[in-house]
């Protein structure tokens, strides 16, 4: 969870850099890009003994078109969720992609090392970002271990996986390549993932579905 937290610090301190003192950058035409990405998953409520969470691989493609407007398409595979070998996935997403921007220079104020090497960064890499929104599908591999009849975790209700994704997408451009991050909120609308309360079978309580998931990821794409 600290690790978590952390992530998400970060990461707020680098979109709020991205709206300060830039300067529009002419950067070459790529229209298309290809990546990889480690990602995690995190259940935003937790139940009994924590959140359900897990952590993945993906391949991404991006195609862009006129001056604003990106498709991208994601497959992958998340491992580690609570009674589940793996769970399949593929996403389709559609936005709004800026303008590739450079920080001005390095602030006077800067108090810090950490604070000068990261305003440096700033200022060498130029980057954009993509708000992106769009479905996901994908299918769940139960564990051996998955039952309705296990009172102690997340099981699986349902197989197959539909859910909607929105969030936002940063890339660093270094020549062609990208160094990538982003963070999505995704909200299922099929029933997978449950929790009962209780171990007692005879006073069970009515189990939690959970539906809502953040879904933070880096990554390193090729443009051409």
Not at 64 to 70: D, L, M
Not at 143 to 155: A, D, I, Q
Not at 173 to 202: P, Q, V
């Amino acid at each position: 969870m600290r690790k978590l937290l952390l992530f998400i610090l970060l990461a707020t301190s680098i979109i709020s850099t991205c709206f300060s003192q830039d300067e529009t950058y002419k950067a070459p035409l790529y229209f298309n890009d290809l990546g990889f990405q480690y990602g995690a998953i995190f259940s935003l409520k937790s139940n009994g003994g924590g959140y359900l969470a897990g952590t993945g691989y993906n391949l991404n493609y991006g195609q862009f078109h006129g001056k604003n407007r990106v498709y991208r398409v994601k497959a992958g595979f998340i491992t580690e969720l609570d009674n589940v070998d793996y769970l399949h996935y593929a996403t389709f997403r559609y936005g709004f992609r800026s303008s590739t921007n450079r920080a001005l220079g390095i602030s006077s104020t800067t108090g810090s090392i950490s604070q000068l090497l990261f305003e440096l960064f700033q200022s060498i890499f130029p980057r954009n970002f993509e708000l992106t929104a769009g479905p996901t599908v994908g299918y769940i591999d139960k564990s051996e271990s998955n039952s309705t009849v296990n009172y102690h975790g997340y099981n699986v209700k349902n197989s197959f996986l539909l859910s909607l994704d929105a969030g936002f997408r940063l890339h660093y451009n270094i020549w062609r390549f990208r160094i990538t991050g982003s963070m999505f909120m995704a909200y299922n609308l099929t029933n997978n993932f449950e929790y009962r309360h209780s171990s007692e079978s005879n006073n069970l309580e009515s189990p939690d579905i959970i539906r809502w998931f953040f879904k933070p990821s880096v990554g390193l794409s090729f443009a051409y």
